[in-house]
């Protein structure tokens, strides 16, 4: 006669694995907090990005601008309404981008990750963050999420506004309508004020993100929205508000004495490394040998085709070498508009922007070669 015995596997089948990481066992150190951090980075700060990728890239990346324009038909002008600009994963700008709009797609998995993250840095603390630590993450949780928001704000205004993970439960909140642009723009506020008080003004090193670092962007941010209140939406009382918001991040970089300005402008952009530069609150270092490769220098080689390139709008806004518009300008000569003239009368940065004779390699004849030192056009020019 044979038995047969049934015990339960439960015991067995809900343990677990202990050889690799799992929700459980992950938030259980700073290090790895900040391991889960880093992956936000170069979602955010792209630099020149990688391969030859051009998201963000002035003057290259930013293709839909009134600076820039095409020979014939205008590539980022569509025919016809696009059936979708979602994105469901959570990607790499290079293709979390649209060039149409310079902007990022219709993606809130960004939003997801930044909440998420909150509430694991609020399950950690105490236990594994002291008050400070807490502080810190929290606050750069948060300049992440009002990062991302005001990113989709500039492409898409009205968006939906979610500060929790939401549970496949949540229909109500899945299907929700979009939420007022300033409502959304507020909630940003709120985080930005959070940042500025609570983040670490140092971390283990100056290419972590710290508090001087975030108030570099929260300026440029809170600059936009307030400008796009007052110029766009006539709402004078939000715009002083994130205004004021943009000062004050300004001046607590302006006012540490860690930066000064005194760099020649060609060789910020065509460095090779920008370390130590007094210059630079963050930069992206780019390394051969961990694969860590741009191609900004290549497109601004003089030979290699520029389809959209620099026009006259974008010439005329370079102030004179007296700090004067051209049309208020007591420069000389000022008032010439041809490229030899005004690369001697312009501001120094006009000439380490620009090649100094049209080059047909350009839409506009106007090429822009500033992420190049100057020895490498020459030889690439012949």
């Excluded at 998420?116 to 950690?124: N, S």
Aim: glycine share 6%.
């Amino acid at each position: 006669m044979i038995v047969l015995v049934f015990g339960s596997c439960e015991d067995f089948l809900d343990r677990q694995p202990l050889t690799s990481m799992n929700d459980e066992n992950f938030w259980t150190s700073e290090n790895n907090i900040r391991l889960f951090a880093n992956s936000f980075y170069t979602n955010y700060f792209v630099g020149y990005n990688t391969g030859f990728a051009l998201d963000y890239a002035p003057l290259r990346g930013f293709n839909f601008s009134d600076d820039l324009t095409s020979v014939g038909k205008q590539a980022s002008f569509e025919n016809q309404p696009p059936p979708t600009r979602q994105e469901l994963r959570e990607v790499p700008p290079v293709t979390n981008w649209e060039s149409e709009y310079a902007g990022t797609k219709w993606n809130f998995s960004w939003v997801r990750k930044s909440n998420l993250f909150l509430e694991r840095i609020e399950r950690a603390k105490g236990s594994v963050l002291n008050d400070e630590a807490y502080q810190h993450w929290s606050a750069l949780a948060r300049f992440f999420r009002g990062f991302e928001y005001s990113r989709l704000v500039s492409v898409y205004g009205d968006v939906p506004y979610y500060d929790h993970v939401l549970g496949d439960t949540e229909i109500d909140q899945l299907y929700k309508d979009r939420d007022d642009r300033t409502l959304v723009m507020d909630k940003v506020y709120d985080d930005f004020v959070y940042v500025l008080a609570n983040m670490r003004l140092s971390d283990v090193n100056s290419q972590y993100l710290n508090r001087y670092i975030a108030a570099g962007f929260i300026s440029r941010l809170m600059l936009f929205e307030g400008t796009w209140q007052k110029y766009h939406m006539g709402n004078n009382e939000k715009a002083e508000q994130y205004l004021e918001l943009a000062v004050q991040a300004a001046d607590l970089v302006m006012t540490s004495g860690k930066w000064s300005f005194g760099s020649d402008f060609r060789r910020l952009f065509g460095s090779e490394n920008l370390a130590g530069n007094p210059e630079v609150l963050m930069y992206r270092q780019y390394e051969s040998s961990l694969l860590v490769t741009h191609s900004i220098a290549s497109y601004s080689n003089i030979t290699e085709s520029q389809a959209q390139a620099a026009n006259l709008s974008l010439a005329k806004s370079f102030i004179a070498n007296d700090g004067q518009p051209y049309q208020l300008s007591s420069v000389p000569n000022a008032d010439q508009l041809d490229l030899q003239n005004m690369i001697v009368t312009r501001d120094p940065r006009f000439e380490a922007t620009f090649w100094d004779a049209p080059r047909t390699q350009a839409a506009t004849l106007l090429y822009a070669d500033k992420f190049i030192d100057r020895v490498g056009p020459t030889h690439a020019g012949g």
